[in-house]
């Protein structure tokens, strides 16, 4: 479902241009599990944010289901990362002026469903990541673990092909953190594809598979 | 895989988006409501944001009030003059002045020419023949300066002046050179008198007793002068008893108060007037005119046009208020762009286009704006009642100013909240996730 060819990316520095991805070739199939694993610093963020259409690479080829990312427009990247993708961040990144269920309701706004539709879908997906009592709770009414929950609710509402999560257990101590890698695979059990950012082991081990990274380059484990 | 069912993750493609509806008026209608709500959780600061708009509204609605009352209080005043009112002056035009009653001092005009032109001019409803001045008007102890008139009957329908008390002086008067007259209401009230303890009375001017027959109605005080300051006598009294010139072309003038026979003839007797004025003065060119002629469309226009001036001045003056509000706007939006930029990127990354964004901003912008545009409106709206009542203007409230207001706020809220709204869109989505 996603195919990474020879990606690079480099950031100018001044006069530097400054490699943060090196020749990175990655395949993930639907319904994988895959974790990516590295030192702080190494590109797991950058590479993420490739995968996820929020960046472009410097070089090389991305097939989102065959389809080459690096040739569309801003307008249809956006639109793969509304109806596509789901993202899970380590500082959770919700709206706080927001409450939970409209931050779950935000990518069904934008993607056009009626306010009806959006509500009712938003209480089921917020009630299967067990927080059917907090819809109207703002974000600084809720603990670092249900928040991060309400993130991934807002992920899966708009049905992802799939969900990336950046550190979502960085900002959560290691009790809650687990109970969010619970969630995950329980998701991926029920079939949704998942890549994982993290520089833990302990975690990353939860997954499927493990890439791992240093420097910007897809090394061995 | 995947043996338990989800409804969240195993949705129908058909029940699955894969494309944008398009934008509805519900959307337009919630983004406004967005826009207000981040709108009320700044309240203090929206407010004084708002405030320059207000500030500008209210103003550009106010003095477009005062000045349209200010210009129709005038035109009324004109109108008290009396209606088809063409005013034939002695003495050369000054050229310089459009506005100015100034014809010169020489009185070129005799009481015949006034004669001529009730006889002759086809147009000419009634002619007034009118010769002035300056003078004490005493009574027991008491006196006043005032402006002693010598006219005729005719003075009545031309100037459309009737007596409140009493009755005007009448032609076998006028022929007999009786030492009778008529007083303005501020003479009356400066000799001590009331309108009826006034009639039978004996006044002195320039020594000569007259008898008071009559007090005029109440006219007012137009720009040009206080038309109740005045004293009426027969003409002919005038100039035989106060002036004590006669000419030997027959009593001087200073003037002749004409009216036409309908308000589409005022151009015919205009022409009329002028054209047997240059026969009896020979005056035909290229000798220059001895006499000033002048309607009341010309002074209404001629005071217009420096209303006009005037409403503009200060609407402009208040615009530029309005402009400064603006600039407060942009410069309010701009702040509020940098302190939400993480939300700019949380948005984007979710599915927020660039254009979602813009219209977020740009419509937060235009609530701002247009709100206080309406606060303007009707801070504005009461400022002109007040002056309305203060001055007993009946002008209302200039509606098309209030209009053109709302429509500027309008107009503002979007220029001065593109620049902001647009660098808002095209924010690096990645650059605003990672800021803080
Ligand atoms: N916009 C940028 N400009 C310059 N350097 C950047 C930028 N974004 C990230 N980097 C650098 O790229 C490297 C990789 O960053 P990142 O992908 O966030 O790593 P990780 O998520 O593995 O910690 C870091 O050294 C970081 O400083
Ligand atoms: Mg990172």
Known sequence: MIQLVGINKTYAMGEMLLPILRDIDLTIIRGEYTAIMGASGSGKSSLMNIIGCLERPSSGKYYFDARDITTLNDNQLTDIRNFRIGFVFQQFNLLSRLTAIENVMLPMVYAGYSRLERRQRAEAVLVQVGLGDRLVNRPNQLSGGQQQRVAIARALVNQPDVLLADEPTGALDSHTGAAVMDQLNELHDRGLTIVLVTHDAQVAGRAERIVSLHDGRIVAP | ?436
């Open chain 2, 1 to 436: 895989m995947a043996p338990v069912t989800s409804p969240i993750l195993h949705a129908s493609p058909q029940q699955r988006r894969r494309t944008r509806a398009a934008l509805t008026w519900a959307d337009l209608l919630e983004t406004i409501g967005l826009a207000w709500s981040s709108l009320v959780s700044n309240r203090l600061r929206s407010a004084l944001t708002m405030l320059g708009v207000i500030i500008g509204i209210g103003a550009v609605i106010t003095m477009v009030t005062i000045g349209r009352g200010a210009q129709s209080q005038t035109e009324q005043q004109l109108k008290s003059l009396g209606s088809n009112l063409i005013f034939v002056q002695s003495g050369v035009a000054a050229t310089n002045s459009p506005a100015s009653q100034g014809a010169g001092s020489a009185t070129t005009l005799v009481w015949d020419d006034a004669k001529a032109i009730a006889h002759a001019a086809s147009s000419v409803a009634h002619v007034a023949p009118v010769l002035n001045l300056r003078s004490q008007v005493v009574l027991g102890e008491l006196n006043t300066s005032t402006m002693v008139v010598g006219t005729t009957p005719e003075y009545q329908p031309v100037r459309d002046f009737l007596p409140l008390t009493g009755r005007f002086f009448n032609q076998a008067e006028l022929d007999r050179a009786d030492r009778v007259a008529l007083l303005g209401q501020t003479v009356v009230d400066s000799l001590g008198l009331t309108p009826s303890s006034a009639l039978e009375r004996t006044i002195r001017i320039r020594g000569e007793a007259f008898t008071v027959i009559g007090t005029l109605e109440f006219k007012g005080v137009n720009s040009f002068r206080d038309q109740d300051d005045q004293v009426l006598v027969p003409l002919t009294t005038m100039a035989s008893r106060i002036v004590g010139v006669n000419a030997i072309s027959g009593i001087s003038l200073d003037s002749i108060s004409v009216s036409a026979t309908r308000s589409s003839e005022m151009e015919a007797a205009q022409y009329q007037i002028t054209n047997l004025l240059r026969l009896r003065h020979k005056t035909m060119f290229p000798r220059q005119d001895d006499f000033v002629i002048r309607n009341q469309a010309d002074l209404v226009s001629a005071s217009n046009s420096v209303a006009n001036i005037f409403t503009s001045l200060l609407g402009g003056s208040a615009a530029i208020s309005l402009i400064v509000g603006g600039i407060g706007i942009m410069n309010i939006m701009l702040v509020s762009v940098s302190e939400r930029t993480r939300e700019i990127g949380i948005r984007r990354a979710i599915g927020a286009r660039s254009s979602d964004i813009l219209r977020q901003f740009l419509i937060e912008a235009v609530v701002l704006s247009l709100f206080g545009g309406v606060l303007g409106t009707g801070l504005g709206v009461v400022a002109s009642l007040i002056i309305n009542a203060i001055f007993g203007w009946r002008a209302g409230v200039a509606v098309d100013a209030v209009v053109l207001s709302l429509g500027f706020a309008l107009a503002i809220g979007v220029f001065f909240g593109a620049y902001p709204a647009n660098k808002a869109a095209h924010l690096d989505p990645i650059a605003a996730l990672r800021s803080d």
